[in-house]
């Protein structure tokens, strides 16, 4: 059982700091704080115990200032409603003092100019406020909150958000930007039902609102709005690589030993071409303005939305945007098409960093070789695909026709193209098989016209991982032959006898770390530039030939490649140039899987001590660093259309608004004729048409009106 303190005893109260002063303190002076073994004092003097008999004293005349505050409260919100707050419809819950204080304290406030909070200890506006409406002094940071939500609200940049008494909590939370039916949440709705992620809904949403010199709002903004909407359903859409954590590994130790070389490398990139380490070294220097980095790319084809989760929006018979209660209508769930064999689109995609005339480091994507629909294979399996091909029409012409007549195949593609038969046998295999052969003239011929006519032409050097095909025998005596191979970075010299036999001459693969500027660097990018616009192009015709699709692999294709026309040239530079950082973290981790450089999850993000990488904050979720992914010319117009919708709705919602003020200033016009008719009859009395007093007043002797309080 709780015990209470004796009559006349001293109670005191729990100190606590109050940045604003003492403006509780009646009577307390600095001989407070020498009084407190601490030394800090309290903003509150003692206060002593009442008996019984004066408790209930001060309980009636506490409830009778209680009522006599709230009494006022109320007069006072009639008194200034159209001067505070234009808009009546919040006015109507107030039926309670907690609501009617809030409303009195916010009337005091307007009286004082609403000071910034600095100022309310200069001019004790806190105990001002207190005092007046006889409000309980250990009340006082209820006090200062609500004084503090008034300014959060009139300092907030929509102009249409007016003090809510009813709200509670209202001062408590993030503060909700966007709303359902607001041209910015139309704006948003259009792009998510077109597949848009959260990120380019949040560009575009940016782009609109600064068109119309809006503050732009974060990504977590759209997203809360998207969870919070009314209007809005969200839904799952229905539908590793692997390394090695053990440093004594044959992959581990092959890419310590490349990494170390590859600094070696670096290092002598920074000096001159005739000092005498470049000389004296067995490895070639390598220039990061003079490297081109290659990888192959593989997008499989996504019929219907590529999105995993699906964005419904309610909608009513007449298209627009609207609640369940308002007849809004969630469209049927659009599904993708799962595919028993899904086909692909592939290529190989190269970048490279070169200085330009003006002396400044850019980066470029290079032209990518499509090889779509085809399997790539070494010298040995496309000579064995060559022969398979000559066998089988040989075979086929020596059979008789159903007709009896002569086969054309007679003699096979001697026998029917003559001269002409080589090229016709490769056409033939080549529709089903690519041979590595094409991807080493790539790279060689798009390499040396991107270094043509630079400092570079002679000593460029180019990165690709461990393809297996490339490092066949028959692939290694061809780019010897043509001059690529001492251009290839890859382990070399007296770091042979460190690797296993694998690796000798080649590198360890399975390493996106090192494949600068393409597999999980821009690869990722890749694709959310090729599916952001794909969603950009969602309502072109479906023959338009700038629409971007994922639904064939020709298509898919198109799309990739005009997306990686688009990626900034600043993303390789970086990716680039950090090469020499990473073989750091490389070296430091023995050659396993590094912490999140390999962007990775899964068993990829696994270190060697068995730790995870750790999320961290990117510039998606930031508005001051956020931006939207590259938009290809062909898909402008998806993106205009898109802003075009909000600004029609814009100009809807500034035309719904104009008619709502007009409609709430007639409403104070009769209002503040109720008013003086009421309470202002000396004026009522010049006026020859007054109507007869209300019921109950006939016999006032006195109607004038007559605030209480100070």
């Not at 606590?16 to 600095?30: E, F, I, M, N, V």
């Not at 209660?325 to 049927?332: A, D, N, Q, Y």
């Not at 191979?485 to 000798?504: E, F, H, M, P």
Request: net charge negative.
């Amino acid at each position: 059982m709780s015990s209470f303190p004796e009559a006349g005893s001293t109670v005191t109260p729990k100190r606590r700091r109050d940045p604003l002063g003492d403006h509780t303190a009646r009577g307390s002076s600095s001989s407070n704080k020498a009084s407190k073994p601490d030394g800090r004092g309290s903003h509150f003097s003692s206060l002593v115990m009442p008996s019984p008999a004066e408790a209930e004293n001060r309980s009636v005349i506490y409830s009778d200032n209680r009522m006599r505050a709230e009494s006022w409260s109320a007069q006072a919100v009639i008194v200034q409603r159209e001067l505070l707050y234009p808009d009546q419809s919040n006015l109507q819950g107030i039926k309670d003092g907690y609501h009617a204080r809030r409303w009195a304290i916010y009337y005091l406030f307007a009286l004082f100019g609403f000071p910034e909070r600095e100022n309310w200890t200069e001019c004790g506006l806190v105990h001002e406020i207190i005092s007046r409406l006889s409000i309980p002094t250990n009340s006082w940071r209820w006090v200062v909150n609500t004084m503090e939500n008034i300014l959060d609200i009139r300092a907030r940049e929509s102009n249409d958000e007016n003090f809510d008494p009813n709200a509670k909590l209202s001062f408590c939370g993030a503060k909700i930007i966007i709303e359902d039916g607001s041209p910015s949440a139309l704006v948003i709705c259009n792009a998510m039902e077109n597949s848009n992620s959260v990120t380019m809904a949040t560009y575009v949403v940016n782009l609109f609102r600064s068109k119309h010199q809006i503050p732009i709002v974060s990504r977590g903004a759209v997203q809360a709005y998207l969870h919070r909407s009314k209007v809005v359903d969200i839904s799952e859409r229905s539908t590793r690589k692997t390394g090695s954590t053990d440093a004594g590994s044959d992959w581990a130790v092959g890419r310590l030993v490349f990494s170390k070389q590859v600094k070696i490398q670096l290092d002598l990139g920074l000096l001159p071409p005739n000092h005498p380490d470049v000389v004296a070294s067995e490895f070639r220097p390598i220039h990061l303005d003079g490297v081109t980095s290659g990888d192959e790319k593989h997008c499989k084809q996504k019929t219907g939305r590529h999105t995993k989760k699906e964005y419904r929006i309610r909608r009513n018979v007449d298209g627009d945007i609207a609640e369940e209660k308002f007849l809004g209508i969630l469209p049927p769930k659009q599904g993708r098409l799962t595919l028993k064999f899904e086909q692909e689109a592939r290529a190989l995609y190269l970048c490279g960093c070169k200085k330009d005339e003006d002396g400044v480091v850019r980066g470029y994507p290079l032209a990518p070789f499509d090889y779509t629909d085809r399997l790539v294979v070494g010298f040995a399996r496309y000579a064995k695909e060559i022969k398979a091909e000559l066998d089988a029409k040989l075979a086929w012409g020596a059979q008789p026709t159903p007709t009896g007549r002569e086969s054309v195949w007679l003699g096979g593609y001697l026998g029917r193209y003559k001269d002409d038969w080589e090229v016709q046998v490769r056409l033939a295999v080549d529709a089903k098989f690519c041979c590595v052969k094409e991807l080493i003239d790539h790279i060689w011929t798009v390499s040396s016209e991107f270094y043509a006519g630079t400092d570079r032409e002679a000593t460029w050097m180019t990165y690709h991982d461990h393809l297996s095909t490339m490092w066949e025998k028959g692939a290694i005596e061809y780019m010897k032959e043509i001059g690529l191979w001492d251009r290839l970075i890859k382990i070399t010299g007296s770091n042979n006898a460190l690797v296993c036999a694998r690796y000798q001459d080649s590198l360890a693969g399975n390493s996106p770390e090192n494949a600068r500027g393409t597999d999980s660097h821009q690869f990722a990018p890749l694709m959310q530039i090729a599916q952001g616009n794909a969603a950009l192009t969602t309502n072109y015709a479906e023959e338009d030939d700038k629409k971007f699709s994922l639904s064939t692999p020709k298509r898919c294709q198109s799309a990739m490649e005009r997306a990686w026309s688009i990626i900034p040239g600043e993303n390789f530079v970086r990716d680039i140039f950090d090469w020499p950082r990473i073989c750091d973290v490389i070296i430091a981790a023995n050659g396993t899987i590094v912490q999140g450089e390999g962007l990775r999850s899964g068993k990829r993000a696994v270190r060697v001590d068995g730790t995870m990488h750790k999320a961290k904050t990117t510039k998606r979720d930031l508005k001051s660093t956020l931006i939207g992914i590259p938009v290809h010319p062909d898909a402008q117009k998806g993106l205009d259309d898109l802003l075009a919708l909000g600004d029609a709705a814009l100009e809807a919602f500034n035309m719904r608004v104009a008619a709502d003020v007009a409609e709430a200033e007639i409403e104070a016009d009769k209002e503040r004729a109720e008013f003086d008719e009421y309470f202002n009859p000396d004026d009522a009395d010049d006026d020859p048409d007054e109507e007869a007093p209300l019921d109950g007043f006939e016999d006032a002797p006195d109607a004038t009106y007559k605030p209480v309080g100070p």
